[in-house]
């Protein structure tokens, strides 16, 4: 079965599709259930964008909206993509338990007030420490924020990295990496897996396989699947590939959720 639950749309600032082009797509690619996941960044320390919010009343109508056009066709989640810090959590939260979502990705996209993308992040860091520093935060936010389903792409500090990608920096702090899937799963919560890492050099998603190994011995078995996507051409890119991934790593069964409870389905090849 295939699914895509990591998508943004025109709602956050750096989406591109609207919401009903997007579900068009996913019918057309043979995609069951798909849930949208727009940014609440709360206080992104870069002033030139804007995640704090977005609009919940308007995401919330426009995707009620879809479902009922594409009834009997795709089914369409209400999801959404928070981004962790340490002071942003209670108010996170507040969020989280004021509206009906679906599903909830907890994602680390600015560590110690820098956002990678700007590349600040990274100015006088070994790999080491660019990897080490980002897990390190990722464990402590998990340990002190529940209002999550899954966390998001693991490992994301590589995608905007200037330095040179070796497989092997997947691999830097097992050690960290094991604590993280612990709180996870003594927690219940789950990882996706995010095939936009197909788009990077790296050519495999976040997390590679040798994590989602890894997740899977420890005890987890709460998996999503999401591309990630932010304009059309990109919707849907790497799912089968994910979707074998999950497979590799021994998993018959991936995640999809409905008012944050988890249900699984059977995966088989060939779907
Ligand atoms: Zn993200
Ligand atoms: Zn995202």
Redesign the pocket.
């Known amino acids: 079965m295939l699914v895509d639950y990591?998508i943004?749309t025109n709602h956050s600032i750096d989406g591109e599709m609207t919401i009903d082009e997007a579900c068009i797509k996913a019918i057309n690619l043979g995609i069951k259930e798909i849930a949208f996941?727009d940014?609440i960044d709360l206080d992104w320390p870069d002033p030139e964008f804007d995640f704090d919010t977005i609009d919940l009343e308007k995401y919330f109508t426009d995707i009620e909206k879809n479902k009922t056009k594409y009834k009997g066709q795709l089914k369409i989640k209400a999801g959404i993509?928070i981004g962790l810090q340490p002071h942003v959590l209670n108010e996170t939260a507040k969020i989280i338990e004021d509206y009906p979502f679906d599903f909830v990705?907890g994602?680390v996209h600015i560590i110690q007030r820098m956002d990678p993308y700007r590349g600040k992040y990274y100015i006088g860091k070994t790999k080491e420490e660019i990897y080490r520093l980002y897990y390190e935060e990722t464990l402590r936010l998990i340990e002190d924020f529940s209002h999550f389903d899954v966390l998001?792409?693991i490992g994301y500090i590589k995608r905007y990295s200037p330095l040179p990608y070796n497989k092997e920096d997947e691999l830097l702090h097992l050690d960290l990496i094991d604590e993280i899937f612990k709180v996870l799963i003594k927690k219940g919560k789950g990882i996706e897996v995010n095939t936009s890492g197909y788009r990077h050099v790296s050519n495999c998603p976040m997390p590679p396989l040798e994590l989602i190994m890894r997740y899977r011995e420890l005890g987890g078995n709460i998996i999503t699947l999401g591309s990630?996507s932010h304009k059309l051409d990109d919707f849907g890119f790497g799912l089968k590939s994910g979707l074998e991934t999950i497979m590799q790593a021994g998993f018959d069964q991936i995640t999809t959720f409905t008012n944050r409870k988890p249900y699984f389905h059977r995966i088989r090849k060939k779907e």
Request: aromatic letters at 0%.
């Open positions: 990591h943004h996941t940014h993509e990705i994602s998001g792409h990630d």
